[in-house]
């Protein structure tokens, strides 16, 4: 079993930055993939960014250029940094990590941009 703790959301305005974290409670270092998805209030559920085993990243197209997604193998963390934000991006974010076996969550953090 691995915990997922996610930290750094909250409220900011157009155009603002905001940087989230993951922290798991196992390793990090060979898993298959990890990232983040969100899900807005009557939406599905959408991939945000992941990041691969190797370090390749994958964005969605509404977030490329403005988001990076990055990994810190030594402290089990991997991190969201959000520029530019836009009041599109108001979200729960959910933290995930895909080991192979299980996906495992995070219980989510609200970002919420005002205009």
């Known amino acids: 079993q691995v915990q997922l703790v996610e930290s750094g959301g909250g409220l900011v305005q157009a155009g603002g930055s905001l940087r989230l974290s993951c922290a798991a409670s196992?390793?990090?270092?060979?898993?298959?993939?990890m990232g983040w998805y969100r899900q807005a209030p009557g939406k599905q559920r959408e991939l945000v960014a992941r990041?691969?085993?190797?370090?390749?990243?994958d964005y969605a197209g509404s977030v490329k250029g403005r988001f990076t997604i990055s990994r810190d193998n030594a402290k089990n963390t991997v991190y969201l940094q959000m520029n530019s934000l836009e009041p599109e991006d108001t979200a729960v974010y959910y933290c995930?990590?895909?080991?192979?076996?299980?996906?495992?969550w995070g219980q989510g953090t609200q970002v919420t941009v005002s205009s």
């Open positions: 990041i691969t085993r190797g370090g390749s990243a």
């Open positions: 995930y990590l895909n080991n192979y076996e299980y996906v495992y």
């Open positions: 196992a390793s990090i270092f060979s898993i298959n993939h």
